[in-house]
């Protein structure tokens, strides 16, 4: 029997498996969302990669699976052990910052746009390239609350249901 499997073995041990299953998990639902929006947009999974780094840049998606992969291996540690305190802060922690960077990233995107706007004079012929640039602001804006405010409330519940189990007779 392996050592991260076995009930008697160290809790502290069982954090790479941990790490390991929540990077799985996060892989997984990424290959089912892009699966969904190849069946539902029939958008191809390269293109679906391509546009969303053009819309949200690769800071954004970098540092929202750092923080899904945290919240969910709190998740699944708290699975196990529902008494575990360090865990479920780590967890709450995470999906916190997940709803922090999205606004982040949702005010960098309104002021980008805002500040596009200060810098250009708008006549009947430069109107039509001031919104695009403009919209194309505030995609990044509100793509990134989309997400991740949804997520990080939905990671959020779940930490704290399960750490709720604690207090089951």
């Not at 690769?58 to 969910?72: D, E, R, S, T």
């Not at 609350?145 to 189990?165: C, D, E, F, K, Q």
Request: proline share 7%; glycine share 10%; hydrophobic share 55%.
């Amino acid at each position: 029997a392996s050592p991260w499997r076995s009930p008697q073995a160290d809790p502290r041990r069982q954090q790479p498996v941990d790490l390991a299953q929540a990077v799985g998990l996060l892989l997984g639902a990424v290959v089912l969302v892009l699966a969904g929006g190849r069946l539902l947009l029939d958008l191809p999974p390269g293109q679906a990669v391509s546009r969303t780094v053009t819309v949200v840049g690769l800071v954004f998606p970098v540092l929202f699976a750092a923080l899904v992969v945290l919240a969910g291996a709190a998740a699944l540690r708290l699975a196990r052990d529902p008494a575990d305190r360090r865990w479920r802060q780590l967890g709450l922690q995470a999906a916190s910052g997940i709803a922090t960077v999205a606004l982040t990233f949702t005010l960098l995107g309104i002021s980008l746009g805002i500040g596009g706007l200060a810098g250009r004079p708008l006549t009947p012929d430069s109107v039509q390239a001031v919104i695009g640039e403009l919209t194309g602001r505030f995609a990044l804006a509100f793509a990134t609350t989309v997400v991740g405010l949804p997520a990080a409330a939905g990671l959020r519940a779940l930490i704290l249901v399960l750490a709720a189990r604690e207090n089951r007779p």
